[in-house]
């Protein structure tokens, strides 16, 4: 049977809590250390720094200094046109947008009514990035032999284009902006100026403002009856001259009919001239009363003032990042000349390359 006195328990000594307190305090790192290691590297931080800086400003002056086709940074300008796209509001995206803000936007799903909203602005966006559009802009300003592109030059023009073109839109407010970066402000701005008028004609082709394709109808058709109209009335006055150098009066009679049958179809074309007239009328008191579906508020212009690069920002990142640099730089040395004043830590790291070499 074991006594007491027989169990040892060891007890902490004064002299290992002392080796405890000096490790604790060898793992800390003190702010004095991380100055002293700055201030001995203080000519480093200070020559990389202002190097760096030095180096970024001489880019920035020389980049601006060069022509654009051969700056390697040169300035690029970004005209712009806005336009009002109004979204469809019908009862279905009324109820749809009553659903969705009372939170039972999955019921509208199961009754089949869209919460999305009808977009036509989303519309204008895909119709701008799309293929056929892309290609219609390379075809009008033959960006092909312009950028003389050998290798997938449909596809590489598109990409380019694509990179190009901005497009957004405030639902706030209907305005959607189309815009383009180039370093030829005039150029940016006659591509602008074609993707508004290809963007309003792409919208009267699809029938979407129904008032405006109702009104171009009723315009041509107005034309076509009054040319008509005018047709008519020559063929009428021809055929009253004709009468007094005709002596047969079988002829004459013959003259009478045809000139009153022509009679007939101008009051009918006279009546339909009205009709459409008074159509036309309307409606357009219908148009100034409703927002129209598509409307240029503001075409593009030539700027005047360049949008990027921003060479300020760029001198400052630059000049950040080379202090932040040096600063690592400076611990990572720190600490190699730690390691090699360490001996324990050099017969690890010889004992590893002799391991290395064994294993070769």
Not at 3 to 32: M, Y
Not at 109 to 114: D, E, I, Q, Y
Not at 203 to 208: A, D, M, R, S, V
Not at 242 to 251: G, L, P, T
Request: hydrophobic fraction near 40%.
């Amino acid at each position: 049977m074991t006594t007491s006195e027989d169990i040892k328990i060891d007890e902490p000594t004064a002299n290992s809590k002392v080796e405890v307190s000096k490790n604790e305090k060898d793992d800390e790192i003190s702010l004095i250390d991380l100055v002293a290691v700055l201030l001995k590297h203080r000519f480093l931080i200070i020559i990389t720094t202002l190097v760096a800086a030095f180096a970024v400003v001489i880019y920035s002056v020389v980049s601006l200094k060069l022509p654009p086709e051969k700056s390697y940074l040169p300035n690029t300008y970004k005209p712009k046109a806005t336009m009002i796209i109004m979204n469809n509001d019908s009862g279905g995206s009324s109820i749809a947008s009553m659903l969705s803000s009372s939170g039972l936007g999955s019921l509208a799903g199961l009754a089949g009514v869209s919460t999305g909203g009808s977009s036509n602005s989303a519309l204008a966006t895909y119709l701008l990035k799309s293929d056929s559009f892309l290609d219609s802009i390379t075809d009008k300003f033959g960006l092909i032999e312009k950028w003389e592109i050998e290798k997938a030059p449909r596809t590489t023009t598109r990409d380019t284009l694509k990179k190009m073109i901005d497009v957004s839109y405030e639902g706030s407010t209907g305005v959607f902006t189309v815009s383009c970066e180039d370093t030829d402000p005039q150029f940016a701005c006659e591509i602008v100026d074609f993707c508004v008028e290809k963007l309003e004609q792409k919208f009267l082709e699809l029938g979407l403002d129904k008032n405006i394709l109702e009104k171009k109808n009723l315009e041509e058709n107005i034309d076509l009856t009054k040319n008509k109209i005018i047709e008519l009335e020559n063929e009428i006055r021809k055929l009253e001259l004709r009468v007094s150098d005709v002596y047969s009066s079988s002829s004459v009679e013959a003259i009478s009919l045809q000139t009153n049958l022509l009679k007939l179809e101008l009051e009918s074309q006279k009546s339909i001239y009205t009709q459409l007239k008074t159509q036309l009328e309307l409606l357009k008191i219908n148009l100034a009363t409703e927002k129209p579906l598509f409307q240029i508020l503001e075409r593009a212009s030539i700027p005047d003032q360049k949008s990027g690069p921003s060479r300020g920002k760029l001198c400052i990142i630059v000049t950040f990042a080379a202090f932040f640099v040096s600063v690592f730089l400076a611990f990572l040395l720190n600490a190699i000349g730690n390691i090699k004043k360490d001996e324990e830590a050099m017969k690890k790291l010889s004992v590893g390359r002799r391991v290395k070499k064994s294993g070769k």
